[in-house]
């Protein structure tokens, strides 16, 4: 297996090299990758992983007796032991593989919620919601008379936790929030988020989606019921995300889906259930991405998540700088703290032309609704540019993307 | 940059800027609005017509550079066909911008639209172009909405 050696000073060139996407041109000019709140690159550890088990370990879970099923068995089960490791989940049958995050929280939708729902009941969410955190309580919500509320955010895009907690209320039956925002690298009040809720009995699920890849989670100290994210954003592989829940509560909830290895004992007019995870894990599983999202925790532990938040951070503060030195634009969100994600306007010039010129060179950033309209709506705009760092990010790109940007101004002033 | 000049001509800059026949066209016989979902840009045309001509068009929205001159092109382009022969227009603009072989392009013939060719070469933006294109086809066709 690949190994790599970390320097102890924190040595961006060293830690690039370990991703070899970063060598690739786009056209004609070095990749400048700022879209990592849409997705992270892969370390060659995460490559080798996935490849090792294709080449070296490749077999069927959970099914034969053979070495190479039993051992696969084991390598499957051990990821997830390392992943709740990392993540201070207590117990490892409470982390559940699931596509992504998007897939955990439908999961909690149907099966935690919907049977518990009823007419006039609501389900609370925030205006800075990724879709994700949204439709899938408005699905289980239509079917049952239910309503989605959202707490409302302040001009600087944190959520007003007076009326978080007022939204609060008899019929609330979930609340469902994310830990950052996607679109404003807002840093939410999670710790009393969750107490507020708790304080009324209502279930709490966090959208780690965006915080997973910037510090350490501990999903026991948040006190939340369930905490989900995607791998792809964690320099994992994709195909693959965790739904952490807690035990009695995911072991009182029926199966997702139907299949093979979730069951107990099946008859043709009834069959039992086996307990978690497998019972939410019908069907082969993404096996080899699993051992990819472990050897991606294993990874970046061993950047270090304290070098991992300097150079992040570092970088932000270069291109939130440099974007207020700018005249016309205008910064979304919080000034600090925020996690390592800036979205913005340029005046007179539509985010999508910024994207096309950045693209020219070699700039990668996100340009759109970022999946968050109703968070558009309440900044009233259609769209907006955004640029999301990672730790391989270096203040000369940040310079190479303030260039470009005010080379689009000058081509539309 | 060669691509980039072809994308963002002088002519598409200046329809951008000061777009021909923005705005609400009140009376009109019938609208649709154009929506891309991926992006959230929304543009909705207006057409009045005399008898079977489309006697004035007009666009308002939300929309980058490109959708925005594709929008104001396409308001004077269509103006005094019958339906026939604007669905005909809409068809062969949407296939410039589409179809696989290089287009001839003749100003005499293409005038403005030339300029839109441009974006051949940037593939995440053709839908951008034909935006109002299709929405005008909608609209023609009484559908009053169209999802790119
Ligand atoms: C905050 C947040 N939640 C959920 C998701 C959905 O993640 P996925 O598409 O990997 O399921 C995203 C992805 O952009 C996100 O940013």
Redesign the interface.
């Known amino acids: 297996m690949h190994t790599t050696s970390i320097p102890t000073a924190f040595d961006v060139t060293a830690v690039r090299s370990d991703f070899p996407i970063l060598d690739r041109e786009v056209h004609g000019k070095p990749l400048v990758y700022l879209d990592n709140a849409a997705t992270a690159q892969k370390p060659q550890a995460v490559i080798d992983a996935v490849s090792h088990f294709y080449a070296h370990e490749n077999a069927n879970i959970h099914r034969g007796v053979h070495t190479l099923s039993v051992e696969a068995t084991q390598r499957y089960d051990a990821a997830r032991a390392r992943i709740a490791q990392a993540i201070g989940a207590p117990e490892a049958r409470e982390v559940i593989f699931v596509r992504g995050a998007t897939e955990a929280i439908n999961l909690v939708a149907q099966c935690f919620l919907k049977d518990q729902l009823a007419p006039g009941d609501e389900i609370l969410v925030t205006q800075m919601e990724h879709h994700a955190n949204i439709v899938p309580w408005q699905l289980v919500a239509r079917e049952k008379g239910a309503t989605v509320r959202a707490a409302p955010i302040s001009d600087a895009g944190e959520i007003d936790l007076a009326a978080y907690e007022s939204a609060l209320n008899k019929r609330t039956r979930m609340v469902a929030f994310g830990h950052i925002s996607n679109v404003l690298g807002t840093i939410n009040p999670v710790a009393e988020m969750v107490r507020l809720a708790k304080a009324r009995g209502i279930p709490i699920l966090i959208d780690g989606a965006q915080a997973v890849p910037h510090g350490p989670v501990n999903v026991a100290a948040l006190e939340c019921d369930f905490y989900t994210f995607s791998g792809h954003k964690v320099f994992g592989p994709d195909g693959i995300g965790v739904l952490y829940g807690k035990a009695d509560l995911l072991n009182a909830m029926p199966p997702y889906q139907g299949g093979g290895d979730m069951i107990e004992r099946v008859r043709i007019d009834e069959s039992t259930y086996r307990s978690i995870p497998e019972r939410f894990e019908a069907g082969t599983p993404n096996i080899s991405a699993a051992l990819g999202l472990a050897a991606a925790f294993d990874y970046l532990e061993s950047v270090g998540w304290e070098a991992i938040h300097t150079q992040e951070q570092a970088v932000l503060q270069a291109a939130m700088s440099g974007l207020h030195d700018m005249k016309g634009v205008t910064v979304y969100g919080p000034q600090a703290p925020r996690a390592a994600v800036v979205s913005f306007a340029l005046q007179g010039v539509h985010p999508h032309d910024i994207g096309t010129f950045l693209d020219q060179d070699g700039v990668a950033i996100r340009v759109g609704h970022h999946c968050a309209q109703p968070l558009m709506d309440r900044l009233g705009v259609p769209a907006t540019t955004r640029a999301s760092f990672a730790f391989y990010n270096t203040a000369e790109e940040v310079e190479v993307f303030l260039r470009s940007l005010k080379k689009v101004q000058g081509f539309f002033s | 940059?060669d691509?980039?000049n072809d994308?963002?001509q002088d002519i598409i800059?200046s329809h951008n800027k000061r777009p021909k026949n923005e705005g609400i066209l009140e009376p009109c016989d019938c609208q649709a609005e154009g929506y891309n979902p991926?992006?959230?840009?929304?543009i909705t045309v207006y057409v009045r017509q005399n008898e079977s001509l489309l006697e004035k068009v007009q666009f308002l929205g939300?929309?980058?550079?490109?959708?925005r001159a594709s929008a104001s092109m396409m308001t004077s382009q269509v103006v005094g066909l019958d339906q026939e022969a604007a669905e005909a227009k809409i068809a062969e603009v949407v296939a410039l911008l589409l179809q696989e072989e290089e287009p001839e392009v003749d100003l005499a013939v293409h005038g403005d639209l030339a300029a839109l060719l441009g974006v051949r070469k940037?593939p995440?933006?053709i839908k951008?172009a034909t935006l109002a294109w299709h929405a005008l086809g909608a609209a023609l066709r009484g559908e009053g909405k169209h999802e790119a």
């Open positions: 940059m691509d980039l994308l963002y800059l991926l992006c959230g840009d929304r939300e929309g980058c550079a490109i959708s940037f995440a933006r951008c």
